[in-house]
């Protein structure tokens, strides 16, 4: 097995892993501290079913089959969150335009996941690729006084902020709606495993900076989203069939690049996008806003 970096902040692609193999103990603790590493690690073209998939999630934690976005599901498959633009019965997928805005997975619930493995089903012939930004450089290139006058502060985080639900409106499904009240979560976050620090924000799910107005927090979010997501702090993933990606949700945001087809009909080769999520599961964080006795201004 060969490690190769696919930029000097961030990713790296694990080279002549066969996962169809069993892989042994020593295998299965370089690919985790691969992945505490590199922050995401991709292995090319595996041709895996779904128990496989779970199976080689296992490696880097516990799963969490039970978070707000199991309202979406496999039928067969709990630990599965499946991603995909197909049209089913003539209804558009409810999760076609899931991740379109830079986030980090599950900061709006009190238990953010500890990461993800996303396998991929089906790509589209061009266009749908992911792109991940490494939150630890976003946070060590940020000036000390900017460091310090961050890192006391705390965001909103409220899944209602963002594009995929305010197009939704009501019509989530209400085992979503009923996980998802607003949560405050620290701008600083320490990781768990590697001790280091990193910046946490989102551009999908952060409503404000706790204690401030939108018109005062809106420019310095501007500006620390534009800051994190510097080409040379982020990894594009151009997805090919069978691609299995691994990211650590402490210290990256990503997003999918909407280029592609949001609706597609079933059995349109070339067009389909179709994801499979197992996510890993957290530690608890933040605290919900409706405790906190502050008003916000
Ligand atoms: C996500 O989990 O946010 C979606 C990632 C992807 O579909 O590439």
Redo the contacts with the bound molecule.
């Keep these: 097995m060969q490690i190769q970096r696919v930029t000097n902040s961030i990713g790296a692609e694990v080279l002549g892993l066969d996962l169809r193999v069993p892989l042994s103990d020593t295998i299965k603790n370089e690919l985790k501290r691969a992945w505490l590493q590199h922050q995401v690690i991709v292995v090319r073209e595996q041709e895996i079913d779904v128990r496989q998939h779970i199976e080689f999630a296992r490696i880097f934690g516990p799963l969490d089959s039970d978070s707000a976005v199991s309202a979406f599901s496999h039928p067969e498959h709990r630990e599965i969150f499946v991603?995909t633009n197909e049209t089913t019965d003539g209804k558009p997928s409810e999760t076609r335009d899931?991740?379109w805005q830079w986030h980090t997975?599950l900061t709006y619930t009190l238990c953010p996941s500890a990461g993800?493995v996303?396998h991929a089903q089906s790509v589209p012939d061009c266009g749908g690729d992911?792109m991940f930004a490494s939150m630890y450089r976003a946070w060590e290139a940020l000036s000390p006084g900017m460091r310090s006058m961050l890192k006391s502060l705390e965001c909103v985080h409220d899944v209602s902020n963002g594009a995929w639900y305010r197009k939704r409106a009501e019509n989530a499904p209400k085992s979503f709606i009923s996980r998802t009240r607003p949560v405050l979560q620290p701008m600083l976050h320490v990781h768990p495993e590697t001790g280091r620090e990193s910046l946490r924000i989102g551009e999908a799910v952060v409503r404000r900076i706790h204690g401030m107005t939108d018109d005062e927090s809106a420019p310095i979010l501007r500006f620390l989203t534009e800051h994190a997501t510097r080409p040379e702090f982020v990894m594009r993933h151009r997805w090919r069939r069978g691609d299995l990606l691994v990211w650590d949700n402490r210290c990256t945001m990503?997003k999918?690049v909407a280029d592609h087809d949001d609706v597609v009909a079933p059995g349109t080769p070339g067009r389909i996008r179709r994801?499979h999520?197992v996510t890993l599961k957290g530690q608890p964080s933040g605290r919900l806003l409706e405790e906190d006795g502050r008003q916000a201004a």
């Design positions: 991603l899931v991740g997975d993800a996303l992911t990503h999918v994801m999520r």
